[in-house]
T-cell receptor, first 118, second 117 residues
């Protein structure tokens, strides 16, 4: 079974509007972390935001916020006031806590390609 | 701001040749990782390295792969005999190592694009 599912292969948004990129996850670990990364066309992976499974509040980092709905196992990324430079591939990833300590690996979804239109 | 660096940015090699991909992690980080991304596909974990030994590896990381931290700054991935299917972007990442906690963010380098002909 897919541990991280991103159902939107591609999204369009108008400049200055907000956009939500979906991510659902599957884990039986009570402790886990969820991460979003941005991959521009140049290829590098840029860390955007982190949400822990025990965090009471949704994470925010500037124009990025995470809509964390634990019961639904979703961790959607919201980008407010989109800019042309936001056009990129966005990956959701998870790190599981494990019962003997956190595993090291990040498990990635397939990504969503966001295009911001002027 | 400190960042992970990788060299070379592109590497073209013949099938069966050995390649070494190099990374300089962020200086105060303790955990080091390699991931790969085949063109158009998702990023896949290869291996993690801590305290001079492999702490976890995936099934992709077979006997053809090895990692090394030859000095205090470099972290390398070696592929002994490259195959066509090894063509991918290889990312190095490092993390500060917050006691193995799930919150430890992994910071990625810009990647090395490996093409095996």
């Amino acid at each position: 079974a897919q541990k991280i599912t991103q159902t939107q292969p591609g999204m369009f948004v108008q400049e200055k509007e907000a956009v939500t990129l979906d991510c659902t996850y599957d884990t039986s670990d009570p402790s886990y972390g969820l991460f979003w990364y941005k991959q521009p066309s140049s290829g590098e992976m840029i860390f955007l935001i982190y949400q822990g499974s025990y965090d009471q509040q949704n994470a925010t980092e500037g124009r990025y916020s995470l809509n964390f709905q634990k019961a639904r196992k979703s961790a959607n990324l919201v980008i407010s006031a989109s800019q042309l430079g936001d056009s990129a591939m966005y990956f959701c990833a998870m790190r599981e806590g494990g019962y003997g300590g956190a595993t090291n690996k990040l498990i990635f979804g397939t990504g969503t390609l966001l295009a911001v239109q002027p | 701001e400190p960042e992970v660096t990788q060299t070379p940015s592109h590497q073209v090699t013949q099938m069966g040749q050995e390649v070494i991909l190099r990374c300089v992690p962020i200086s105060n980080h303790l955990y080091f990782y390699w991931y790969r991304q085949i063109l158009g596909q998702k990023v896949e974990f290869l291996v993690s390295f801590y305290n001079n030994e492999i702490s976890e590896k995936s099934e992709i990381f077979d006997d053809q792969f090895s990692v090394e931290r030859p000095d205090g700054s470099n972290f390398t991935l070696k592929i002994r005999s490259t195959k066509l299917e090894d063509s991918a972007m290889y990312f190095c990442a490092s993390g500060r190592g917050a006691g193995g906690a799930v919150a430890d963010t992994q910071y990625f380098g810009p990647g090395t694009r490996l093409t095996v002909l």
